[in-house]
DNA sequence: CAGTGGTCTAGACCACGGG
DNA sequence: CCGTGGTCTAGACCACTGG
């Protein structure tokens, strides 16, 4: 069964705020159940449906607003910077310090970046908002000799990779990156504004001095999935991917559609 | 509210069938129902939260099964070979050819490949299953001239990789991939058995030979994120990430949990 | 055909957030 | 306080799959 009542309505709605500005409130499960005249499971299903496709965030006690997710491209060919990335796509990034202190770096973390370990690190803990909406949450780990002091400078700049440019004289540059979709850990939910089990990346990312090659910082990250679009390319300098991005994307999508699948004879039953 | 009926009640079927064989049948809504003594809605949500959290599939007029998904390694390191990853992960492996035809390239797939625009290359469409389930959907771009007759040989062997390799004389390896998490679209619903809106990956990815650097293969394929846990890397030779896979991500997420996060004095409120 | 999940109603109470 | 979304019941009918 291709169509049902809610559905219908999904699809109605969607189109409806296809147009509007992310943020914009929308009509609630009562309102949308009368408008239809059908019950307020098949308005609550419909909206559901859209909050399932990342187009509206719903939140109790307040209301249904259209959304959009903001791409975040991780690419040996792109510098690392969440507050670029988030003010490219014309929205306001901000960054809150949940903590900021001094530790010995434990063997793992030690040796991801070439330290030795118990050598001493900053651990910065930080949520990250988009529009005031939390949206990421991670830790950073930045070994002392990089940057004596970080939680005086951070308070003035959001930005980590701005911090480390102008106060270290270095340059970010990713050295590599391990990405996945997981489910939101228990422990983050609260952070992150989720429930337990919602779509989330889980982000490791190692990042070096542009030009000398020295290692600066590791980062494990947490992205809401119906916040950030992430794009993940490899890829070696001399065969960068195609550019374009979504545009090249859409276009060669549209390759899909026009013939039917065929069934060649010797071919096994799907 | 963090707890609820249908909550507990997930969080005790998902702990009930932890340990138990991918694609055990487990029992269906209106045993839950009674079993737990609430309705079958409060029941249905807690089966829908499982299937959220991709730790069941459900199938109407069948049942619900337990789940698993299998980890498909995007890395400059890594060939790529769908057939090997899957079987990899102890599951069967099958392709069925949708259509597969010598065409014209396009000039968006011409360039990709470095060839000239209507150049003649096979274009083969194939859906991929894992253990007979449908995982996966794709185009494949292949010009002539890296092999002449790609259905005949694709009858006797599903992995595209492995008639290239004893055919053509060529072994794959990445150039560069460019992965994303899209909604199903609408005309692949029926080929990925999703719905319309159902999370799958999105993956381009461009393969040549590991020894000469020719380009061989252009590859769109649209995989089922329930069925699958990509992880996409990127990195340099030099600066390979570091390894363990999941069990370094496990290791490195226990440092999350311990301590509270700590409101700084001077930190901007959340 | 029986049993599964899918849809839907007409109610009800609750938790939450903002005025 | 009110309105929001979140949960839940007790029913009903339907669509789909398999034997």
């Known amino acids: 069964m291709a169509s049902s009542r809610y559905r219908d309505i999904a699809e109605q709605l969607a189109a409806e705020i296809a147009g509007l500005a992310p943020g914009t409130r929308i009509e609630g499960e009562h309102e949308i159940a009368e408008r239809f005249g059908v019950g307020r499971a098949a308005a609550r299903a419909a909206l559901q449906e859209l909050e399932r496709r990342m187009l509206v965030r719903r939140v109790q006690g307040v209301g249904t607003f259209t959304s959009r997710r903001i791409d975040y491209l991780i690419s040996p060919h792109q510098p690392p910077s969440w507050s670029r990335t988030v003010n490219a796509a014309n929205s306001h990034s901000r960054a809150v310090i949940r903590s900021c202190e001094v ?62 440019r102008e106060l270290a004289g270095v340059t970010l540059r990713r050295a590599w990156a391990r990405a996945s979709l997981e489910t939101t850990p228990f422990e983050l939910a609260d952070e992150l504004g989720t429930s337990p089990g919602d779509p989330v990346w889980y982000v490791e990312s190692l990042n070096e001095d542009a030009e000398t090659g020295r290692l600066l910082c590791f980062t494990q990250r947490w992205l809401r999935a119906d916040a950030i679009r992430l794009i993940m390319e490899t890829g070696w300098a001399g065969t960068a991917p195609a550019r374009g991005g979504a545009g090249a994307h859409a276009r060669i999508s549209a390759a899909v559609g026009p013939d039917q699948p065929v069934r060649l004879p010797a071919g096994p039953r799907p």
């Not at 651990?123 to 529009?131: A, G, H, M, Q």
């Not at 909406?133 to 830790?139: M, S, Y």
């Open 103 to 164: 530790v010995n770096l434990v063997d793992e973390i030690a040796a991801v970046l070439g330290r030795v370990p118990g050598d001493p690190g900053h651990r910065l803990r930080r949520r990250s908002f988009i529009d005031d909406l939390p949206a990421a949450w991670g830790i950073e780990w930045i070994p002392t000799d990089v940057i004596g002091d970080l939680a005086t400078p951070l308070r003035l700049f959001d930005s980590l990779d701005r911090v480390l």
